[in-house]
């Protein structure tokens, strides 16, 4: 966001990140970590992304399917 010049406040963007990570957790949109490693980071927060599955990707995943298939 620095580099973009993006003007934001830390709490700001604490509460934004806070409500995509509640919202992907309700939806089980999220990895499990396990204990060992968020355990060894002193703040274990990790914000997710949303990355948007691009045009075609059904088709790709379809024919991926029957390529494997022909296997």
């Given at each position: ?52 599955y ?18």
């Amino acid at each position: 966001m620095r580099e973009a010049d993006i003007d934001y406040t830390p709490e700001k963007l604490f509460t934004v990140a806070s409500a995509y990570l509640e919202e992907f957790q309700a939806q089980d949109l999220t990895i499990a970590i396990p204990g060992p490693i968020a355990r060894s980071y002193e703040d274990p927060f990790f914000f997710p992304i949303h990355v948007r599955y691009p045009d075609g990707w059904e088709d790709g995943k379809w024919h991926t399917y029957q390529r494997f298939e022909e296997l």
